[in-house]
């Protein structure tokens, strides 16, 4: 599937209660789930190092393997890997979910096609559409 055709929220659709309120209830479900592991070391998604982002943004099977191609299709670094889920797990945070989902992994797969390796890019910077880089689902 092209990376392109995923759908991505737009909080223009929202109103700025409701996003207030979904920021607010994100950042304490996040200081929660760091408040039991990390003895409130960490407190964001953001703070979370790689080994524990492993455990606490696992993807569902769907989300893994849509992540695993991508990695491969657009040449992902560890760095990228990583960056992508903590933004997927943010995501799940905003949408109340305790687990990533294969959505969660879509949008911010699309949501980070400017920081995908050079060699998925085309000539003005774009991510160019790779209709088969990426499996349908």
Do not use: M
């Amino acid at each position: 599937r092209d990376l392109h055709s995923f759908p991505t929220r737009r909080s223009s659709d929202l109103e700025p209660d409701e996003v207030r309120e979904r920021v607010i209830a994100a950042r304490r479900s996040q200081w929660e789930r760091y408040q039991t592991i990390s003895e409130g070391e960490i407190k964001t998604n953001a703070e979370c190092p790689p080994a524990l982002l492993d455990s606490v943004a696992a993807p569902d099977s769907a989300g893994e393997k849509l992540l695993q191609d991508a990695a491969s299709a657009f040449g992902l670094s560890a760095r990228g890997y990583h960056r992508t889920l903590r933004l997927a797990r943010t995501l799940a945070d905003l949408d109340r979910e305790k687990h990533v989902l294969s959505v969660h992994i879509a949008e911010a797969l699309t949501l980070r096609g400017a920081g995908l390796n050079a060699k998925a890019r085309g000539p003005a910077g774009r991510i160019e559409h790779h209709a088969a880089a990426l499996p349908s689902t």
